[in-house]
Nanobody, 125 residues
Framework: QVQLVESGGGLVQAGGSLRLSCAAS????????MGWFRQAPGKEREFVAA????????YYADSVKGRFTISRDNAKSTVYLQMNSLKPEDTAVYSC??????????????????WGQGTQVTVSS
């Protein structure tokens, strides 16, 4: 079992920044790839970013590339999402997830078996 708890969401003006954190417990964190997903009202959940267990490889959605940075501190069992140059279209509930299956793609939510409760990010124009 893996427990995930996100923090750091909030309300920010367009162009601003936020840093999300996701604290994990329950498994060997450094061996688990982690991802961030988001879901806006009326829309499907979408991939935002992912990072391998060692932190050596990162993946980003085209919509956030160059603005968001995913990182992790395995000593603290925590993964981060630094979000800069935020836009109103970034408004969503952001959830972190731990990858537990390797059937499809690191970009697919179906490969993630453990999810946090989500944190709201609202970007005002």
């Amino acid at each position: 079992q893996v427990q995930l708890v996100e923090s750091g969401g909030g309300l920010v003006q367009a162009g601003g920044s936020l840093r999300l954190s996701c604290a994990a417990s329950g498994r060997t964190f450094s061996s688990v790839a982690m991802g961030w997903f988001r879901q806006a009202p009326g829309k499907e959940r979408e991939f935002v970013a992912a990072i391998t267990g060692s932190g050596g490889v990162t993946y980003y959605a085209d919509s956030v590339k160059g603005r968001f940075t995913i990182s992790r501190d395995n000593a603290k069992s925590t993964v981060y999402l630094q979000m800069n140059s935020l836009k109103p279209e970034d408004t969503a509930v952001y959830s972190c997830a731990a990858r537990s299956r390797y059937y499809g793609s690191i970009y697919s939510p179906n490969d993630y078996g453990y999810w946090g409760q989500g944190t709201q990010v609202t970007v005002s124009s």
